[in-house]
């Protein structure tokens, strides 16, 4: 099979290559600086230079391909205005589906985010369950579920998305600072700390994007990916703790302290392209439920996530501590 993935050159993406690469698919990545994809090429993967904003970069990107996986997105930072987000994680994704469908590809798959249901009221969630997105990320990942379907109505594409749980693994860095937190001692729980957090260790999800890619009677339909347990955010901490050979956090301490000060460093950062020391979307890591039903995909997909909670928890710890990150 031959694919195209973008957002290769990040973590989720660059798995997603080389795994098919090392799976003998011919593999393409959209890459807007070949000297960052240095590992990809040594992998074997065939890069275009490009952006996933230009229509030309994605008809050339597409070309000869049977289904283009879609994983390239502008994540938080400092000082982005909202445009931004809109032309990348939005109008970006239409644009891609024309670009394929103009190219004969076969599939489009899509990457989004259970961010879009914000905090799960009532746990666990599925794929039919209200959305409410909570900032500007999350706002613009709900609109490009809307273009990439609406792009497909109008085109005839098929096109399924995606919405991973918390992904983590060797190589992660969005939850490295809980992992280091915990593993030296130095992590503060706010809040009472049972809230549900449901993680997705990245080689799970990069089989349920391939089936995604591949599977029938995925076309046209949304998909939750997410590991087998789900836990308390104590319980994930405890976790943590047990594998790295250190007590666990018995600190907590109260959320709307933290809040405030999130949002006064907003406040003053932002305007400046500052990264804030504290935002308020890190004390909603303490306050929001993320807990969800994979039925859907273990059902029409054939998913089954394989790497237990604790086994994906040491694997990632001993990653960290081979790469000097503890």
């Not at 990040?10 to 011919?26: V, W």
């Not at 405890?238 to 007590?247: F, H, K, N, P």
């Not at 029409?300 to 000097?324: H, M, N, Q």
């Amino acid at each position: 099979m031959r694919v195209l993935v973008t957002g290769a050159t990040g973590f989720t993406g660059g798995h997603l290559a080389r795994a098919l690469a090392g799976r003998g698919y011919y593999v393409r990545a959209l890459v807007r600086d070949h000297g960052r994809a240095a590992a990809l090429r040594d992998a074997g993967i065939d890069l275009v230079e490009g952006d996933v904003r230009s229509e030309a970069s994605l008809r050339e990107a597409c070309r000869d391909v049977e289904v283009v996986y879609h994983i390239a997105a502008m994540y938080r930072a400092a000082g982005l205005k909202d445009e931004v987000y809109r032309a990348v994680n939005a109008h970006a994704v239409r644009t891609l589906v024309h670009a394929a469908a103009a190219e004969r590809v076969k599939r489009v798959v899509h990457c989004s985010t259970v961010g879009v249901h914000g905090d799960v009221k009532q746990p666990p969630a599925n794929e039919d369950a209200p959305l409410s997105p909570g900032d500007i990320y999350q706002q613009t990942k709900v609109e490009g579920e809307r273009l990439a379907r609406e792009a497909a109505a109008a085109t005839g594409m098929e096109v399924v998305i995606a919405r991973p749980t918390g992904i983590y693994g060797p190589g992660d860095r969005r939850l490295l600072k809980l992992f280091r937190g915990v593993a030296r001692r130095r992590f503060i729980v706010l809040g009472a700390g049972r809230i549900y957090y449901h993680l997705t260790y990245i080689d799970d999800l990069i089989e349920g994007f391939r089936l995604c890619g591949e599977a029938p009677a995925a076309a046209g339909r949304t998909y939750i990916l997410a590991g087998g347990e789900v836990t308390t955010l104590d319980q994930l901490i405890d976790l943590i703790a047990q594998t790295a050979g250190v007590a666990p956090p018995r600190l907590h301490l109260p959320v709307w302290p933290f809040w405030v000060a999130g949002a006064a460093c907003e406040a003053i950062c932002a305007p400046l392209g500052i990264e804030p020391p504290l935002y308020r979307r890190r004390v909603d890591f303490f306050t929001k439920s993320r807990a969800f039903d994979i039925s859907r995909a273990r059902r029409e997909l054939g998913y089954a996530p394989k790497v237990g909670l604790r086994d994906g928890i040491r694997k990632t710890l001993d990653w960290y501590k081979a790469a000097g990150w503890l």
